[in-house]
């Protein structure tokens, strides 16, 4: 399994992309403002686009990849997601209104997009024995995070949560967990904002990881433009027993 982490920032500005994480080279998780550095030979080869949840920093990419595919493939692009997420980028991205329907175009019954509802916690078996399941997380949407299972380790990919999920129950369900993506989107003097826009402070996430039984390496990410140094400095207390890292777009991790 190979991870290339295409934006892993909690906004823009030179040098940020939102998320998007480009797994073998054919799957999205995600479709951030990163989807956008793909060229188009690389957009041809996704297949399937798993989204988190229908916030438009997950979800932007996915209109300028569709108009730029329009005519240069001929099979449909795959895009599971819960089935709150679908009906919301259906009403309120592609509505005529904001962005022409590619779940209808060129023709309902050759569209370039195809909805694939998934359920949370029902693993999917895709390429080369890889297993990617959803698990709910708490976010002012419905949303999910993601597990994928290969033979040679497991990686988990929050999306964005908060506390009040039981999320890390589930990742204590996995045989193992090697790398974890998990967010910290504002520095701990933001606390009530985190609360209330279900994000991770560093001492929140600290509190809630107190409670995972696996030891995988950290990649820490969606810091909010502005306040990635006040994150990076309460996090070296606070996750000093921890391998961790602030991840970087263009990094890529194997297993």
């Known amino acids: 399994m190979r991870i290339q982490i295409l934006g892993c920032s909690g906004g823009v500005g030179p040098g ?42 997950h979800i932007c990419g996915l209109a300028f990849m569709a108009d730029n595919l329009f005519g240069l493939i001929d099979r449909p692009i795959r895009i599971s997601a819960l089935e709150a997420t679908l009906a919301a980028i259906r009403r309120h991205l592609f509505n005529w209104v904001i962005w022409p329907d590619f779940f209808q175009l060129p023709s309902v019954d050759r569209a370039m997009l195809v909805e694939l509802p998934l359920q949370s916690r029902q693993p999917q078996a895709l390429h080369d024995g890889l297993m990617l399941t959803a698990f709910e997380v708490a976010h002012t949407v419905p949303a999910v995070g993601y597990s994928l299972e290969s033979p040679a380790g497991v990686f988990a990919f929050s999306g964005d949560t908060g506390a009040g999920s039981n999320f890390i129950e589930y990742l204590n369900g996995l045989p193992r967990l090697d790398l974890l993506m998990i967010e910290a989107a504002f520095p701990d003097e933001d606390s009530e904002l985190g609360e209330a ?59």
Not at 17 to 29: K, N
Not at 37 to 50: G, K, Y
Not at 223 to 245: D, N, T, V
């Open 197 to 255: 826009s279900r994000h991770f402070t560093p001492s929140r996430l600290a509190a809630e990881l107190a409670g995972l039984r696996h030891r995988p390496e950290l990649l820490l990410t969606h810091h909010k433009p502005g306040s990635e140094l006040r994150i990076e400095q309460q996090c070296r207390q606070l996750f000093a027993g921890w391998r961790y890292r602030h991840l970087r777009r263009g990094e890529v991790f194997e297993l």
């Open 16 to 57: 940020l992309r939102t998320t998007s994480l480009l797994i073998d080279d054919r799957l999205l998780i995600d479709a951030g403002s990163g989807v956008e550095d793909l060229s188009l030979a690389q957009m041809r080869r996704i297949e399937r686009i798993f989204l988190t949840h229908s916030h438009l920093d």
